[in-house]
């Protein structure tokens, strides 16, 4: 998960991705775009997917995300795939 990627970044590094507006408007717009065309395309939209996008669209997603995780929010397995990366490193690409 996303989270376990970023425990070994400095303090620093963590609060520059927390507070990163590109990130913000990335999430929200992967968000916006999927709820939009999913439907029409006559495909599921992954609720997990989304919600970790909608965290990650505004301030304190870290922490957002770590307290989801803790109180059993569905997440999905590799929140990097809520970056648009799609863990390749997992999958070996």
């Known amino acids: ?11 620093v590094a963590k609060r520059k991705l927390d507070r990163s507006p590109l990130i ?3 999430m929200a717009d992967r968000a916006a775009r999927d709820a939009e065309l999913f ?12 919600t970790a996008r909608q965290i990650m669209s505004g301030p304190n997603w870290i922490d957002k995300l770590k307290k989801a995780r803790e109180a059993g929010v ?7 795939g ?3 990366m ?8």
């Open 39 to 50: 439907p029409q395309m006559g495909l599921p939209i992954r609720d997990d997917i989304q």
């Open 86 to 93: 799609g863990g390749e490193e997992e999958q070996g690409y």
């Open 1 to 11: 998960m996303l989270l376990s990627k970023l425990e070994p970044l400095s303090d």
């Open 74 to 80: 569905a997440l999905p397995g590799i929140a990097v």
């Open 24 to 26: 913000q408007q990335a």
């Open 82 to 84: 809520a970056f648009g």
